[in-house]
């Protein structure tokens, strides 16, 4: 069955930097498109950034352009999300999802990593 297992979350100061790391397991991760995103206290999903099978599409949200970097290694079937200059706001759970072959649908996503940006 498909699994994805985020890590690498954690508590840091404002300005500091993490790497969240996302596993695959169960399907053929180099086939799908690979997507982050973050739910913060008392709101809802809200999309990072995208990243394409075949490496030729990445796109991010406005508010986390030039400070994260999603990427992934499709020999070890893990999806990354640098993350640069953090603030307080971006304090929330970050998961990892698969989208469907059509990529208009999260099929599945993991159980989430809790990063916290705090002095």
């Known amino acids: 069955q498909v699994q994805l297992v985020e890590s690498g979350g954690g508590l840091v100061q404002p300005g500091g930097s993490l790497r969240l790391s996302c596993t695959a397991s169960?399907?053929?991760?180099?086939?799908?498109?690979m997507i982050w995103v973050r739910q913060a206290p008392g709101k809802g999903l809200e999309w990072i950034s995208a990243l394409s099978n075949g490496f030729g599409n990445i796109h991010y949200a406005d508010f986390v352009k030039g400070r994260f970097t999603i990427s992934r290694d499709n020999a070890k079937s893990t999806l990354y999300l640098q993350m640069n200059s953090l603030k307080p706001d971006d304090t929330a759970v970050y998961y990892c999802?698969?989208?469907?072959?059509?990529?208009?649908?999260?099929?599945?996503w993991g159980q989430g990593a809790q990063v916290t940006v705090s002095s």
């Open positions: 999802a698969k989208l469907s072959p059509s990529i208009t649908e999260l099929e599945y």
């Open positions: 169960g399907f053929t991760f180099s086939n799908y498109w």
